[in-house]
Nanobody, 121 residues
Framework: QVQLVESGGGLVQAGGSLRLSCAAS????????MGWFRQAPGKEREFVAA????????NYADSVKGRFTVSRDNTKNTMYLQMNSLKPEDTAVYYC??????????????WGQGTQVTVSS
């Protein structure tokens, strides 16, 4: 089992940048594929980005390609989401998730509590 804690959210102007972190407990972080999801008010949760165990494979939603970068540091049990060129439509609660199976966009077993990202126009 793994516990996840997100951080790094906040308020930023359109065009700005934020870096989210997802810290995982336990000594088996490198066994998990990891993902980022987000949920805006009144909308369903949606996939944002995913990264495999080694960091050698990533997957992005079309809406964030070229602007967001997912990475991980297995020595620090942490995953990151670098978000550049932020838009008001990126406003949401961002969640990290973990899975022992690589499915990228679905099927995650463990979830964090989320961190709020607000982009002002």
């Amino acid at each position: 089992q793994v516990q996840l804690v997100e951080s790094g959210g906040g308020l930023v102007q359109a065009g700005g940048s934020l870096r989210l972190s997802c810290a995982a407990s336990g000594r088996t972080f490198s066994s998990y594929a990891m993902g980022w999801f987000r949920q805006a008010p009144g909308k369903e949760r949606e996939f944002v980005a995913a990264i495999n165990w080694s960091g050698g494979r990533t997957n992005y939603a079309d809406s964030v390609k070229g602007r967001f970068t997912v990475s991980r540091d297995n020595t620090k049990n942490t995953m990151y989401l670098q978000m550049n060129s932020l838009k008001p439509e990126d406003t949401a609660v961002y969640y990290c998730a973990a899975s022992l199976t690589w499915r990228a966009t679905y099927g995650y077993d463990y979830w964090g509590q989320g961190t709020q990202v607000t982009v002002s126009s």
